[in-house]
């Protein structure tokens, strides 16, 4: 089979004679990873329905996952652009349901307000309600796009190793502010949504 195909043959299973459908996913422009199936041959991938065929020729796609979360991403900011969560309505899908049993600011509150005043361009509201989520957005808009320039581009962007020690310092800092902003007295009645 000519590299940057995708061909598929019938197989036969040893353990009965149902058949089955090898795809060949090796691509010219995708690295050769092994995917989690049976792998008779190291370029074929058994799948045993017409829907698990449909799948893996789908995601050998290499545009498919940066246009998934795009989608999604999308998705997210058109709910919370078309549901206000900063006016006194009430929010559509309710309350938040750690914040109604436990009367606290769960590690997540006030993420919808800090993507809205993010969305509006205003920095210092959306670090207000929700600082280190705000934090994570760039790291996160820059991995997406090295994931967008490796699938779709013709190029990589450089590589960006956050040590271990700055990931675990950001988890504690996650912590801290969580319940920081639970704290019933001055200067932490700031951080309360």
Known sequence: MPKGTLDTVTASQTSSSTAVTAVDVTSANMPEVPIDAEVHEPHFVVVESRFEEFLVRLWSRRWLAPLAILGCMAAAATWVLSNNPVDDRADPLGPCVFKAFTGLDCPGCGGTRMVWYLLHGDLLQAARFHLMALIAVPVL?????ALVA?????????????????????????VLFVVARNLPWAPFTSFYV
């Open 141 to 145: 808009l820059y991995a997406y796009l």
């Open 150 to 174: 490796d699938r779709v581009g013709k190029f990589r962007l450089p590589s960006v190793n956050i040590p271990g020690g700055i990931i675990a310092g950001y988890a504690l800092g996650w």
